[in-house]
C-alpha cells in the first residue's frame, strides 16, 4: 500500500485523478439518488405555485438575510412540532429555488407562520420588533414599507423559474406584474384574476394598510402569510396521527 | 510588481485588464436599474486599475535572466498583505454583528446595516478574504520550495491573486446592497461565481505547471493537501452555484435545484468547503510550516498518507449530518453521521502527526510563540474535529442544532485553528520574504498570542453556554405536560451570553491589530538581513532544505 502510494506521489497527474475519484464518490452516493428515488419527494396534488407578490416577498427575505436567524424547517422532534406545528415535508419547499431551511434559530422557526399572526401584527413587528416584542433582538424593517415594489421583472422571474420546472402557466407569467398589484389591492379590477391563477384560498389583502402603492412590505408579508400553506397535506398526516420519533 | 514581469508578460496582462474592464461595461450597460450596475462599475474600475499598474510600470527596464535562479516571491508578499485586511475588515464587522445581536438597536434605520445583510460580509471576508488569500500566499511559497522551483511565470500568480481578490470585493459588496443567493457561505451571484471559476482553474493549471518544474521527485504532502483544495473546491463551487439568471441584466439567479435537493447540494457544499478550503488547504500549511519552524521531519510518512486519503474520501460523506431530523430521507443522514464518526480518525491522525513531530522541540514551543501558534492549532484542530463528530450523531444533533453550539463550534475551528496556523505562518514568513532579520517584535508577537487565545476561550465558552441552555430551553416540559420556556424566554437567557460572545470577539480583533502592526513595523523599521537567505535560492538549496517525506 505505501509502495503504491510511493509512486503514486511522483505522478502529479495520476495523484490529482486519484484525489477526484476519492473526493467524488460520496457526493455522488449521496445527492445522485435523490433525484431519482420517487419517494424522496411526497406527493402533494393541492400544491400552489407562488404568486408573483409571494415570489417577490420571498427574494425580499432572501436579500435582507431573513435565512441566517430564521429556519423554516421544523424536525421530526417532538417539542419542534408542539411549538411550531407539524414537522415539515420536503414535497413544501418543492418549488423553492433555492430552498431556505435555514441553519440557525437566532429567532424562532418560520415554517408554518402563515396564518398566525394578522397582517397588521406582521407590519407592526417588520417596523420596529420591539414595539410589539419588546425582548427581541430582530432589525427593524421599516424601510420596506417605504420602498415601492419592482414589479416590472417579475414576468422574467416566473419564466426563469418555468425554465426550471416550476409549473408557472404562460398566463400567470403574462399577468405577473398585475396579480403583483391586484394581490396587495383587493378593492382593485386586478384582484380577482389573482385567484382565478392561483387558487381560492390565496390571501388577497391590503398587507401594509396602505392602498396607494404596492411595497416591499407588502410582499414580504404576503410571503410570511403564505409559509407552510402552500398545501395542507402536512396537515392531513396530523389527522391520521402523524407518528414522531 | 510589473517590473518583475517580461515585456510580454506586461502586454498580455494589459489584454486582461482591458478585457476585464469591457466586461464591467456589458454588465453595467446591461442592468438598467438592477444593483448590478454598481458590480460592472466596480469591475470596470477594476480593470482599469490594472491598465493604471501595468502602463506605470510598462517602460520599466526588463527583468534578466539571473531571476530564475531565485523564487518569485512578490506575489506572496501581497497575497500577504491582501490576507491581513481582509482579517481586519472581516473580524471587524464579525465583532460589529455580534453586538447587534446585543444591542439590536445599532442599525439606524438604514437597510444596509441590518444584521441579515451584514453577517455574510464577515463569513466571506474572514473566510474567503483572509483565509483564501493566506492560502494562496502560502500555497505559492510552500509550492516552489517543496518543488525546488520558481513560478513557471510572472503573470499568473498576479492574476490569480488579483482575479481572486476581485472575486471578494465583488461578494462583499454586494450584500450590502442586498445582492446574495442566500446559499450560506456561497452568496455571490452567479456573474462572480462564473469569475471566480476562470480563476481558480488558471490557479489549480499554475499549481501543476509548478509542480511540472519540480526538482524533486516526490511531491512533499503539503502539496497533496492544497491540491485537494483546489480540486474539491472547484467541483463543489460549480455545482452549488449552477443558477439560471433571470436576465443578461440582473444580479438575481434562480438556483438549478430545489427543495430537499438543494438543501443536500447546499450542505454538501457547506460541509466541505469547511473539510477543503478550511481543512485541506490549512493541513498543508500545518505540513510545511510546523516542521520547518519546528527544525523536524514530519513524526510519520505512513500517518501523513492514512490521514490524507481518508480526509479526502470521509468528508464528502458528512455533509447531510447538517440535516438530521428534517425532511431529507433517513438514509442519506444515517451515512451522514457514520461518515462523521469515522472522519475522526483520519482527523486526529493529522493532528497527532503535527504534534509528534514536535517531540524534541518542545522547549522551542515553549520559547518561540510563532512555533506556539502552530502547536495550538494542531490541538484545536483536533480539538473541534473530535467536536464536529459529535455534533454530528443524531441526538447529540437534536439538541445542539439550530443553537449557538454551532456558532461555538465554528469558532472553535476558525479562531483557533485557521487563524492561529495563519498567523503562525506569517510571523515565519514575513521576515524571510522581506529579508529582515526578525519581526519587529517578539514582545508583540506573544502579545498577540494570549489576547487572541483569551479571546478564543471566552468566546467559545459564552458561545456553548448559550447554545446549550437555548437547545435544552427549547425541550424542557413543565409538570403539565407542555413546553415550559416561550422561544422569547430562551432569546432573554442569551442576552449575557452575546455580551461575551462581542467582548471575546473583540479581544481576537485586537490581537489581530497588534499583529498586522508587528508584520507592518517589521516591513518598514526591522534591518534588512545581512546576505541572501538559502531558502530564496532553488537551485543551490542543499538536498536537506527542502522538507522531503520522512519515511517510516
Redesign the interface.
Known amino acids: 500500500m505505501?509502495g503504491t502510494?510511493?509512486n503514486l506521489?511522483?505522478r502529479?497527474?495520476r495523484?490529482?485523478l486519484a484525489?477526484?475519484v476519492?473526493?467524488?464518490?460520496?457526493?455522488l452516493?449521496?445527492?445522485a439518488p435523490?433525484?431519482t428515488?420517487h419517494?424522496?419527494?411526497e406527493a402533494a396534488p393541492d400544491m400552489r405555485v407562488y404568486t408573483p407578490l409571494e415570489l417577490a416577498g420571498r427574494?425580499i427575505y432572501?436579500?435582507?438575510?431573513?435565512?441566517?436567524?430564521h429556519?423554516q424547517?421544523i424536525?421530526?422532534?417532538r417539542?419542534?412540532v408542539?411549538?411550531y406545528g407539524s414537522?415539515?415535508?420536503?414535497?413544501?419547499?418543492?418549488?423553492?429555488?433555492?430552498?431556505?431551511?435555514?441553519?440557525?434559530?437566532?429567532?424562532?422557526?418560520l415554517a408554518r407562520i402563515g396564518g398566525k399572526y394578522s397582517d397588521q401584527w406582521q407590519v407592526a413587528h417588520l417596523r420596529n420588533?420591539?414595539d410589539v416584542?419588546p425582548?427581541?433582538?430582530?432589525?427593524?424593517?421599516?424601510?420596506l414599507a417605504r420602498a415601492s415594489l419592482?414589479v416590472d421583472?417579475l414576468p422574467?422571474?416566473l419564466a426563469?423559474?418555468k425554465?426550471?420546472?416550476?409549473p408557472y402557466s404562460d398566463e400567470m407569467i403574462a399577468n405577473a406584474a398585475s396579480d403583483a398589484f391586484g394581490q396587495a389591492s383587493p378593492d382593485s379590477d386586478k384582484a380577482s384574476g389573482v385567484r382565478a391563477r392561483y387558487g381560492d384560498a390565496t390571501l388577497v389583502s391590503l398587507f401594509d394598510g396602505d392602498p396607494r402603492a404596492v411595497t416591499e412590505m407588502d410582499a414580504l408579508v404576503a410571503y410570511l402569510q403564505v409559509l407552510g400553506r402552500l398545501t395542507d397535506v402536512a396537515h392531513r398526516q396530523d389527522d391520521m396521527g402523524g407518528s414522531l420519533? | 510588481m510589473v517590473a518583475t514581469m517580461t515585456i510580454g508578460e506586461r502586454q498580455v496582462a494589459l489584454a486582461i485588464s482591458i478585457f476585464v474592464a469591457l466586461c464591467g461595461v456589458v454588465l453595467a450597460a446591461a442592468s438598467g436599474s438592477d444593483p448590478l450596475l454598481v458590480h460592472g462599475i466596480i469591475i470596470v474600475l477594476a480593470g482599469v486599475a490594472g491598465v493604471f499598474i501595468i502602463l506605470r510600470d510598462y517602460y520599466a527596464p526588463e527583468p534578466g535572466p539571473e531571476r530564475l535562479s531565485r523564487y518569485y516571491d512578490e506575489p506572496i508578499k501581497a497575497g500577504i498583505i491582501a490576507a491581513l485586511a481582509w482579517a481586519i475588515v472581516g473580524m471587524f464587522i464579525g465583532d460589529w454583528v455580534a453586538w447587534l445581536l446585543a444591542y439590536p438597536d445599532l442599525t439606524f434605520d438604514a437597510a444596509w446595516s441590518t444584521f441579515g445583510r451584514l453577517r455574510p460580509i464577515h463569513t466571506t471576508g474572514v473566510i474567503f478574504g483572509f483565509g483564501g488569500n493566506a492560502l494562496i500566499a502560502t500555497s505559492f511559497h510552500v509550492m516552489q520550495r517543496t518543488s525546488r522551483a520558481r513560478l513557471p511565470d510572472q503573470l499568473t500568480p498576479w492574476f490569480v491573486l488579483a482575479g481572486y481578490n476581485l472575486f471578494c470585493i465583488l461578494a462583499v459588496t454586494g450584500y450590502p446592497m442586498g445582492i446574495t443567493q442566500s446559499k450560506e457561505y456561497a452568496e455571490p451571484e452567479w456573474y462572480a461565481d462564473i469569475w471566480l471559476v476562470i480563476v481558480w482553474v488558471v490557479y489549480f493549471v499554475l499549481y501543476l505547471r509548478t509542480l511540472a518544474r519540480r526538482k524533486e521527485p516526490h511531491i512533499y504532502v503539503a502539496n497533496w493537501y492544497y491540491l485537494a483544495f483546489i480540486l474539491v473546491v472547484a467541483m463543489l463551487h460549480i455545482v452549488n452555484n449552477l443558477a439560471l439568471p433571470v436576465s443578461l441584466g440582473s444580479a438575481k439567479s434562480y438556483s438549478f435545484f430545489s427543495g430537499v435537493q438543494d438543501a443536500m447540494v447546499q450542505w454538501w457544499y457547506g460541509h466541505n468547503a469547511v473539510a477543503f478550503f478550511l481543512t485541506a488547504g490549512f493541513l498543508g500549511m500545518l505540513y510545511y510550516y510546523l516542521p520547518k519552524r519546528a527544525g523536524r521531519p514530519i513524526y510519520s510518512y505512513r500517518m501523513s498518507i492514512i490521514g490524507f486519503w481518508g480526509i479526502t474520501f470521509f468528508y464528502v460523506w458528512v455533509g447531510s449530518h447538517h440535516l438530521h431530523y428534517t425532511a431529507l430521507p433517513l438514509w442519506v443522514q444515517t451515512l451522514g453521521m457514520t461518515f462523521s464518526v469515522m472522519l475522526l480518525v483520519p482527523s486526529w491522525i493529522a493532528a497527532a502527526n503535527a504534534l509528534l513531530t514536535l517531540n524534541g522541540a518542545w522547549h522551542k514551543v515553549r520559547d518561540d510563540a510563532t512555533l506556539r501558534f502552530m502547536m495550538v492549532a494542531a490541538v484545536l484542530y483536533g480539538l473541534s474535529t473530535f467536536e464536529g463528530s459529535f455534533l454530528a450523531i443524531r441526538p447529540v444533533n437534536s439538541l445542539s442544532h439550530y443553537t449557538d453550539w454551532t456558532v461555538a463550534h465554528v469558532h472553535a475551528g476558525t479562531l483557533g485553528w485557521n487563524s492561529m496556523i495563519i498567523f503562525g505562518a506569517i510571523y515565519y514568513l514575513v521576515p524571510q520574504l522581506w529579508g529582515r532579520q526578525r519581526m519587529y517584535s517578539a514582545a508583540l508577537v506573544e502579545t498577540h498570542f494570549w489576547l487572541a487565545v483569551a479571546g478564543l476561550v471566552v468566546y467559545v465558552f459564552a458561545m456553548w453556554n448559550s447554545g446549550i441552555t437555548q437547545g435544552l430551553m427549547w425541550r424542557t416540559y413543565n409538570e403539565s405536560g407542555t413546553l415550559a420556556y416561550s422561544f422569547v424566554d430562551s432569546l432573554v437567557a442569551m442576552h449575557p451570553y452575546y455580551i461575551a460572545r462581542a467582548i471575546g470577539g473583540l479581544m481576537f480583533l485586537v490581537a489581530t491589530v497588534i499583529g498586522v502592526y508587528n508584520v507592518w513595523m517589521t516591513i518598514r523599521s526591522v534591518p534588512a538581513a545581512e546576505g541572501r537567505p538559502v531558502a530564496d535560492q532553488p537551485a543551490s538549496l542543499p538536498a536537506g532544505e527542502a522538507a522531503a517525506p520522512a519515511r517510516g
Open positions: 505505501f502510494h510511493y506521489e511522483r502529479s497527474i495523484l490529482v484525489i477526484i476519492a473526493a467524488s464518490i460520496g457526493g452516493v449521496e445527492i435523490l433525484f428515488i419517494e424522496t419527494v427574494n432572501i436579500r435582507e438575510g431573513c435565512y441566517a436567524c429556519s424547517m424536525r421530526t422532534l417539542d419542534e408542539e411549538r414537522y415539515s415535508l420536503a414535497v413544501e419547499s418543492q418549488y423553492d429555488h433555492p430552498m431556505l431551511w435555514g441553519s440557525k434559530r437566532t429567532g424562532p422557526d420588533p420591539r416584542v425582548e427581541s433582538v430582530m432589525p427593524e424593517y421599516a424601510f419592482r421583472d422574467a422571474h426563469a423559474l425554465r426550471l420546472g416550476v420519533e
